[in-house]
């Protein structure tokens, strides 16, 4: 299996539709490249432009969606095309993850559920998701969660109880902390005997320095790829049946006690 991770720069000057129409033209360039190609968390607006959420969000099946349905179509891969505030008629702003079939079908939807900021930003601006999601593809079941997710082990370990075998990660990660963005990624595929493919943003957001450094790490802790911190495209090749091997070798989670039933009293 081949995956392309699309880590983009999210800077000031660049308009939302010019922005859209650059990135779908990178994701059909992947074409015959990579049957998975993902993307950054909200690079539509930036992680940190929080005063542009409102004014950019847009419908589930907004310019976004269909620009990037479109891309994965015409590229015939399976897209995680990152993320996008999400407008919901009803109620709150959302960061809600697409993910896309290559015939162009919308595979999955998924809302953040922990949203990063404490008292500002994303904390308060938007709603928090509440389902776990996993996409089945032909090769594996995918995983999918949104940067801040990425400190909560307990998501993970219920995306492979939902039979996940592949982690992937839309984050603007900041560069402030990107020892924590290595660090996490790592311990989530060693813990939970997975891939993780942890797509991050180049440039700045906001003013806030981006960490880049997409990753992509194998069921052993192993750093298969890693990119630099600019604009970049990481591509790498792995064997989806190195999870189960790798669980049948070293098989931990079966001696998993905590979570499994109710606390004695």
């Known amino acids: 299996m081949r995956a392309s991770l699309i880590q983009i720069a999210v800077d000031e000057g660049e308009s939302v539709e010019s922005r859209r129409e650059r990135v779908a033209s990178l994701v059909r360039e992947q074409a015959g490249v990579a049957d998975l190609v993902v993307l950054p968390e909200l690079w539509t607006t930036g992680a940190f432009a929080y005063e542009e959420f409102a004014a950019e969000a847009e419908p589930l099946d907004g310019p ?4 990037m349905a479109k891309a ?3 590229a015939g891969v399976w897209l995680h095309a990152g993320s996008i505030p999400e407008r919901d008629p009803d109620g709150p702003l959302y960061n809600t993850s ?5 015939s162009g079908e919308r595979a999955a939807a998924y809302r953040k559920i922990h949203r990063f900021g404490f008292d500002k930003g994303e904390a308060v601006l938007m709603g928090a998701g509440r389902d776990l999601v996993t996409v089945r593809l032909p090769e594996m079941t995918v995983g999918v969660a949104t940067c801040y997710d990425l400190r909560f082990p307990e998501l993970f370990r219920g995306l492979v109880d939902a039979g ?4 992937v990660v839309s984050a603007g990660w900041p560069e402030r902390r990107r020892a924590h963005w290595t660090l996490l990624a790592q311990a989530r595929a060693v813990e939970n005997q997975a891939f993780v493919l942890a797509c991050g943003t180049a440039g700045t957001h906001a003013g806030v320095p981006q960490a880049g450094h997409s990753i992509v790490v194998d069921p052993w802790g192993e750093v298969l790829a890693e990119a630099g911190p600019g604009e970049e495209i ?3 090749e792995f064997d989806p049946a190195k999870v189960a091997r790798t669980r049948e070798q070293f098989p931990a989670l079966k001696d998993r006690v905590l979570g499994l039933e109710p606390p004695r009293r």
């Open 98 to 102: 697409l993910v896309f079939s290559p």
């Open 72 to 74: 994965a179509s015409d």
């Open 64 to 67: 976004t969606h269909e620009a």
């Open 164 to 167: 996940a075998e592949i982690l």
């Open 234 to 236: 990481l591509t790498v």
